[in-house]
């Protein structure tokens, strides 16, 4: 019998650290083919119905003009006030959203008690009330960080009640016959259990912090990348308004990556984790 | 077959049961899923509950191991009362280790971290308890597995790191609701004589609930048979082949003949 066994080897492709599947190499080519062909198409388009300026910039301008702001101190003021508004507004959105899930999930009066004004909450058009946040919370950057913060908060909050009312019964018997502690349950059972549910609330979060933030700009005071761009929209500057724009998605993606990453460190046992 | 008196004249049984009943309210009429039990098992014995399905096997062991409070009656580990004013005794539920049908790793953590669970709770440092973790592991045998996510390991090798993590903080008493109830009869056949072979090593009290006659005579000094509406316990079957048993214990005439015996009581009371 042992003659017919041959000594066998993993295949070479399992054995590398690191492996790259097709299906995860795929969009490293498919994007930059398909931004290089749009901006192509916006290209031939400006050129060929000779466009005017004020309506669409040629592509080529537009660069220029990022590449102007990049340089201009004054945008990186403004960007790093948006990125702040971004961040902290965020960061209370977690602790409220995460810290009011728990809770909600955890206490069965609680949740009947606030869901209806949750759910008056989520259905209300949240950014018509940014006039209202700047008339209370005045033009400067409490407005602003508010605006990003009550944009983040529900995805967040509704991500974590349902990540905590997921876990699997039979992880809290073991924690209960090992007489753990309501701090230990949370601690260890709890948030690691709802983590990948808490993290798909962070990516729809920070992209609603990041809108909340800039819609906060646009309508008071001077300072962030959107009064910028109100700013370039009223002097007319078309190509500087889409430079802005670029410049605003790229924040965007920044961040939405940025949780990525975390997805990756904090739950690599997780599914979602692994590309 | 002895009578249903179960109560042993041991002054001190490991686990003991006095009128132990239970009552689950349902949205309509309540469900007696245990009649008022006496039951006493002594310090080293490896008890089986046997018994047909919903006769209340689950809702004892689940009351043993502090996991639902009993409607009425009293339950004391190694003398201490496992509960008192609704309350669990942290100092009873020390003594007792808790295996369940499915594994129940956390997979977020490492093999060797989930082994380790039970002491990190109980404040032992990094160190010591990752090193307990892998004494385990070999003592269950899945060693050099210390490293990896519970999704990579087969059903069989899950429920060894079960078994591993209830006997970390070493206690006297293990309990097991049908552990191997989820994997393939091979595999259970191979689990059954670990099981043995750690329970003389270890020396532990066990309690055992299992739907398998075969794996209830096999492992059991003691097989105590329930039956159901309302649960209660049949009878009580004292399973004499001695240690350690080896897999041709089981084609022998007089463990045949136990099993039979039991196969008929459980067909007349299901
Ligand atoms: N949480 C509960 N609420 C209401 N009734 C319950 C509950 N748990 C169990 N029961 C009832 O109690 C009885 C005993 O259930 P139990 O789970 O202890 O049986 P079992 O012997 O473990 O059955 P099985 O062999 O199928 O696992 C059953 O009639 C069941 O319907
Ligand atoms: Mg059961």
Request: proline share 6%; glycine share 8%; net charge positive.
């Given at each position: ?275 | ?190 689990m059954n004589l670990e099981l043995q072979r750690i329970w003389m ?70």
């Open positions: 019998m042992t003659d017919s066994v041959k000594i066998s080897v993993p295949p070479p492709e399992l054995l590398a650290k690191k492996r790259i599947t097709r299906e995860g190499l795929l969009p490293w080519i498919t994007t930059p083919v398909l931004v290089f062909a749009m901006v192509v198409v916006w290209h031939v388009y400006v050129k060929t119905t000779g466009i005017s300026a004020f309506i669409l910039p040629a592509p080529s301008t537009v660069w220029t003009e990022w590449l102007a702001m990049l340089d201009s101190p004054r945008a990186w003021r403004h960007t790093y006030f948006t990125i702040y508004a971004t961040l902290v507004g965020f960061f209370w959105a977690i602790v409220i959203g995460v810290g009011l899930g728990v809770m909600i999930a955890r206490i069965r009066w609680l949740e009947q008690t606030l869901n209806p004004f949750i759910v008056a909450t989520q259905v209300v058009p949240k950014v018509a009330l940014v006039p209202l946040f700047v008339v209370w919370f005045g033009f400067g950057i409490t407005s602003k960080v508010i605006v990003a913060a009550v944009l983040a908060f529900f995805p967040i909050l509704t991500n974590t009640v349902l990540g905590v009312k997921s876990i699997d019964e039979g992880h809290r018997d073991v924690m209960t016959s090992l007489n753990a502690t309501r701090w230990q349950i949370f601690k260890r059972l709890e948030l690691p259990s709802a983590l990948p549910y808490i993290l798909t609330g962070l990516e729809v979060g920070i992209v609603l912090a990041i809108i909340g933030a800039i819609v906060g700009e646009y309508l008071g005071g001077n300072t962030g990348l959107g009064a910028l761009l109100i700013a370039r929209m009223n002097a007319y500057e078309t190509d500087q308004m889409f430079a802005v724009l670029i410049h605003m998605s790229l924040l965007g993606f920044a961040f939405y990556f940025a949780i990525g990453a975390l997805r990756r460190v904090l739950i690599p046992w997780h599914q979602s984790a692994s590309h | 077959m002895s009578s249903a008196a179960a109560t042993s004249t041991d002054p001190h049984p490991a686990i003991g049961l006095k009128a132990i009943e239970k009552w689950y309210g349902t949205r309509d009429t309540p469900v007696h899923a245990l009649a008022p039990t006496d039951l006493a098992v002594p310090e080293g014995q490896f008890l089986v509950l046997l018994g047909p399905s919903g006769c209340g096997k689950t809702t004892l062991l689940r009351m043993i191991g502090g996991l639902i409070e009993p409607t009425s009656g009293e339950l004391s580990i190694e003398g201490k009362n496992l509960w008192r004013g609704g309350d669990r005794q942290s100092e009873a539920l020390s003594e007792l280790g808790m295996v369940f049908q499915e594994a129940n790793l956390f997979p977020w953590l490492t093999i060797e971290q989930n082994i380790a669970l039970p002491l990190e709770l109980k404040g032992v440092d990094k160190d010591k308890r990752l090193a307990r973790a892998r004494e385990l592991c070999k003592l269950v045998g899945i060693a050099g597995f210390e490293k990896r996510w519970p999704k990579e390991l087969s059903g069989g090798m899950r429920q060894r790191a079960a078994i591993a993590r209830a006997l970390s903080y070493d206690p006297h008493i293990l309990l097991m609701d049908e552990p191997f109830g989820a994997l393939d009869a091979m595999t259970r056949d191979a090593e270890t020396k532990k009290t066990v309690v055992l609930v299992t739907h398998s006659i075969g794996e209830a005579v096999f492992l059991a000094d003691r097989i105590v048979l329930l039956s159901p509406r309302p649960g209660r316990i049949d009878s009580i079957i004292d399973v004499p082949f001695p240690r350690a048993r080896g897999t041709e214990v089981q084609t022998s005439a007089e463990f045949q003949a136990i099993v039979r015996r039991l196969r008929v009581r459980l067909a007349e009371i299901s």
